[in-house]
């Protein structure tokens, strides 16, 4: 596993572990079931605050990333599925919301696409 973190980033340090390990977790350079170094292990490594790592890895493990398994460490969870569901439940609130508000399904579709290109880019 490889993170480097810039301090003249405008991310703050826990968001770039965060991405970076949700990045490599999503690519398979991570692989499902590969454990994590500790907290504490991955704070020191890096040059950070153990709180720092400790709020990412609390953010990787609600995304569904992570997941923690007690004293037998941190492990890289199957979070594809995770990610899908939590996806596909968020789609169908929306759908539900957009119907009760009277668009039609181009409009929503259009919001959605304007929505994507301002999170992910132009190119969305």
Same mark, same amino acid.
């Given at each position: 596993?490889? !993170? ?6 405008? &991310? /703050? ?5 965060? @991405? ?10 991570? /692989?499902?079931? =590969?454990?994590?170094?500790?907290? %504490?292990? !991955?704070?020191? *490594?890096?040059?950070l $605050? ?5 709020? &990412?890895?609390r ?8 997941e923690? %398994?007690?004293? !037998?460490?941190? =492990?890289?969870?199957?979070?594809? *599925? @995770? &990610? ?5 439940? @968020? $789609?169908?609130? =929306? #759908?539900?919301? $957009? ?15 304007? $929505? !994507?290109?301002? #999170? =992910?880019?132009?190119g &969305?």
């Amino acid at each position: 596993m490889s !993170l480097k973190i810039r301090i003249d980033d405008s &991310a /703050p340090p826990y968001e770039q572990v965060r @991405a970076q390990i949700s990045e490599q977790a999503r690519s398979g350079v991570l /692989p499902v079931g =590969y454990r994590l170094p500790t907290v %504490r292990g !991955l704070a020191e *490594s890096l040059g950070l $605050a153990v709180n720092t790592v400790a709020k &990412a890895y609390r953010a990787l493990e609600g995304d569904g990333v992570i997941e923690t %398994r007690g004293r !037998l460490g941190t =492990y890289v969870a199957a979070a594809g *599925s @995770a &990610a899908q569901r939590e996806a596909s439940l @968020a $789609a169908q609130a =929306y #759908a539900d919301r $957009a119907r009760r508000l009277g668009l039609g399904e181009e409009e929503a579709l259009a919001a959605v696409r304007d $929505a !994507l290109r301002a #999170a =992910y880019g132009a190119g &969305a």
